[in-house]
């Protein structure tokens, strides 16, 4: 089993930055890909970025392209989400997300896909 934990988020106005950290507990071996998934009021979860356990592999949605970057250091069992000219849009609850089973066909997109989830971290664009 994978435990996941939230940090960094918080108000911060519009132009900010925010970094937003996930550490992981347990089989932290088995994390082959973690994910950042946000889900604002009223929305549906999606995926902002995720990237696999070596990190060559990444993924953005188009909204957050250029502003958001995601990076992993396995040697402290932690994802990061660095998240540069935020927008009020952003506003959201932010999740980590790990996928624990190695598995060739990567589908980032689907919330399915991952095994194991954090509490969430609230974000607050403000304008």
């Known amino acids: 089993q994978v435990q996941l934990a939230e940090s960094g988020g918080g108000l911060v106005q519009a132009g900010g930055s925010l970094r937003l950290s996930c550490a992981a507990s347990?089989?932290?071996?088995?994390?082959?890909?973690m994910g950042w998934f946000r889900q604002a009021p009223g929305k549906e979860r999606q995926l902002v970025a995720a990237?696999?356990?070596?990190?060559?592999?990444?993924y953005y949605a188009n909204s957050v392209k250029g502003r958001f970057t995601i990076s992993r250091d396995n040697a402290k069992n932690t994802v990061y989400l660095q998240m540069n000219s935020l927008k009020p849009e952003d506003t959201a609850e932010y999740y980590c997300?790990?996928?624990?089973?190695?598995?060739?066909?990567?589908?980032?997109?689907?919330?399915?896909?991952?095994?194991?989830w954090g509490q969430g971290t609230q974000v607050t664009v403000s304008s």
């Open positions: 997300a790990t996928r624990s089973t190695f598995d060739y066909n990567v589908r980032w997109l689907d919330p399915l896909w991952y095994d194991y």
């Open positions: 347990g089989r932290t071996f088995s994390t082959y890909a």
């Open positions: 990237i696999t356990w070596t990190g060559s592999s990444t």
